[in-house]
């Protein structure tokens, strides 16, 4: 007799069918019996944020917009902030163009659409 090893060949497993959820008569729930998988998460209840921590959220947010805004709206019009600011004495090239009274309007521009994106948030969220 001869020594040789024994040839097994593996047969691959059969199929497992798709899980089913349970026939319901709704025409709205078909889909759960057609043979698409069920929501594992579908008997937990999700977790939502509490209505006043989501207005204490949006509070905040317009708030320091509206703090932000006001401070880049007028910074370019005070002399003690901006002709007088050791960034600009450091590079003279710079307080050059900051001086230019298209750039002061530009950043005053920013300014206040940081102030409109604030009023807009809260009236949005409160129409909605």
């Known amino acids: 007799m001869s020594q040789q090893p ?3 060949t593996i ?7 798709p899980i089913m959820g349970p026939i319901v008569a709704d025409p709205a729930r078909q889909k759960v019996a057609a043979g698409t998988p069920q929501n594992p998460n579908q008997g937990h209840d999700q977790q939502r944020i509490p209505r006043w921590l989501e207005r204490a959220e949006l509070f905040l947010r317009v708030l320091l917009r509206m703090y932000i805004g006001v401070a880049v709206a007028f910074a370019p ?18 307080s050059v163009y900051a001086a230019h009274g ?10 206040l659409l940081n ?4 009023f807009r948030d809260a009236i949005r969220h409160r129409d909605g």
């Open 6 to 8: 024994e040839v097994t």
């Open 11 to 17: 047969s691959p497993e059969p199929m497992a069918p």
């Open 77 to 94: 019009w005070l002399p003690l902030f901006w002709d007088h600011n050791p960034l600009f004495a450091q590079f003279p090239t710079l």
């Open 102 to 111: 298209a750039v002061r309007g530009l950043i005053s521009g920013l300014g």
């Open 115 to 118: 102030l409109w994106i604030a």
